[in-house]
């Protein structure tokens, strides 16, 4: 699951809109691959399992379309979205972005936040590496993924953190056909481990250039380039 969707809601479930329920119910579900990529959403089973109108359900949807997780077609219903080989190359160029500017802001970060949050990383990059020992791809892109959202929220910009997890969301949907190799592993823990020296030091500029390059070369990785 993706780190974020972990947080605590102390919101009481009574007081949450029908349609954010709906929403996060069928958000649940494609990512964790009980929907997958090209399959119909029923919004009269989605209704009935929920026990709510349709009404909400199609509310839902629309905002699910809206962050391009499904997509609409006509007379024939919500689809979950296959992304193209194209959209996938788009949605990582704007990644890197998105991981640079993250980067850059967390190594200007006072030294104690700094090293509070070197600290997180090496936890996840520990976790990554006995993944890769034991072969288990999903647990280390779970953590690969902890290690990105850590520094995501560390830069403390809520809309960089909005749009990161509507880039991650989208890429979500092609992971089990591009999980990476044990070799590959290899390769993107040695740029890990780069990137946290890099923080250590308060290398912003350097911080900004191993993020981008990271999210690139893992791209490359991914789709065999």
């Known amino acids: 699951m993706l780190p974020w969707l972990s947080l605590t809601d102390e919101t009481d479930p009574a007081d949450t809109p029908l ?11 494609i990512l964790a691959g009980d929907l997958k990529p090209g399959q119909r959403i029923n919004e009269p089973d989605v209704a009935a399992r929920l026990g709510v109108s349709r009404v909400p359900v199609r509310e839902a949807l629309r905002e699910l379309e809206s962050s391009g997780l499904v997509a609409s077609r006509k007379h024939s219903g919500v689809f979950v979205r296959e992304l193209s ?11 890197a972005a998105l ?30 590496r006995a993944a890769a020992d034991r072969h288990d ?25 909005r749009h990161y997890r509507d ?10 056909k591009n999980l990476s190799s044990t070799a590959n592993m290899q390769a993107s823990m040695a740029e890990h481990a780069q ?5 250590a030091v308060a290398d912003a500029g350097r911080c900004a250039h191993l993020m981008a390059e990271h999210v690139t070369s893992s791209h490359a990785r991914l789709s065999g380039g």
Request: proline share 2%; with cysteine; glycine share 4%.
């Open 85 to 95: 080989v194209r959209e996938v190359a788009d949605l990582y160029d704007l990644r």
């Open 137 to 161: 791809l999903h647990a280390y892109y779970a953590a690969n993924l902890d290690f990105h959202w850590a520094l995501v929220a560390a830069a403390g910009n809520q809309t960089l953190a």
């Open 167 to 176: 880039v991650v969301q989208q890429l979500h949907l092609s992971r089990l």
């Open 19 to 29: 349609g954010k329920r709906v929403r996060d119910d069928v958000l649940a579900r």
């Open 195 to 199: 990137i946290v020296a890099a923080l």
């Open 99 to 128: 991981d640079a500017h993250a980067g850059q802001r967390a190594a200007r970060l006072p030294s104690p936040a700094r090293a509070g949050l070197c600290a997180v990383l090496d936890q996840h990059t520990a976790s990554m």
